[in-house]
């Protein structure tokens, strides 16, 4: 039986074009999610595991209105764990202030770098001044304490403690 | 009469067009290249993908520093509360001043601080932790975040033992 020609006359040899339009506005959505949801790499925050209080009475920090302030970084010295050292893991690798490390037994420059700080700022004539801990969870208490005795020398009066938010605020 | 229009050939031949014919054919469709924004969405969506990292919710929890020499100590007219915080593995133990017994974990810190701060019938009673320097700094903020649960408002450290 001889085929039909009717396909042959109707099939066309034309160019298929995919239709781009559904997948640049996915494209776009995934770039707003990314943009709004990432974090914007800062000096002043390093990458650590921050405390995590049950019932945690953090206030979110944009709430704290005062943007005067100095942020001691306290970065563990086996951040994740993989030496399998747990001592490495609860002593501090160094204070961070803006990127720069300060070496933790260095308790002298730590005291000039707060007092450096609160000056600039007084010389400014900005008021509330404040001191931002934020410390590894896993730290010992003795490697913060240096950061409290520091700041209380140069006469800073208020400190912040970051942790964690509670969940669903 | 029917408007027409007049075409020249490369060799200069004159084509009419008829006002029906021309109407019959589809528009000239105008499209920017689309192609270039299409790259850089990509080269962008890829950026975002390979240095993408989850932000923890992240909040302060403010307080006040004594001002001068803190591991000197001072002066405090009202016997203020001291909750002691000894490790015990990876959890941590409280211990609090005429209390004899210890107490474990954040709850039953703040129950206890709660019970305090309605026996003292004040929340301005100062509340004073006095961390051993082995114990993580999670357990810290978590007996400074209680005595802030239970409204004292007069909270302090004490330097480690």
Known sequence: MAKSTVYKKGGQTGVVDMNMTPMIDVTFQLIIFFILAG?????????????????????????????????????????????????????????????????????????????????????????????????????????????????????IPRMNISALLELGE | MAKSTENMANGGTVHYVSARKKRGRPKPKMQPPLTPMIDVTFQLLLFFLLTFTFREAEGQIPSRLPIGDITKGHDVKIDPIFVVIRPAGDQAIYEMSGINVGIHGPEELYRTLMGRQRALGSKEVPVVIKPRGDVAWQHVVEAFNQAIRAKFKNIGFAPST
């Open chain 1, 39 to 155: 974090q914007i790499a800062s000096n002043e925050i390093a990458q650590l595991k921050l405390p995590d209080p049950d019932h945690s009475q953090a206030i979110e920090a944009k709430k704290i209105k005062v943007t005067n302030k100095v942020t001691v970084n306290v970065v563990s010295a086996d951040p994740d764990g993989t030496s399998g050292d747990p001592m490495k893991v609860k002593a501090a690798k160094a204070y961070i202030i803006v990127g720069v490390p300060i070496d933790v037994a260095d308790e002298g420059t730590l005291f000039d770098v707060l007092m450096d700080r609160k000056q600039a700022s007084e010389a400014r004539g900005e008021k509330g001044f404040f001191v931002e801990i934020r410390g590894d969870r896993r730290v010992n208490f003795d490697e913060i304490q240096p950061i409290l005795v520091a700041a209380a020398k140069a006469e």
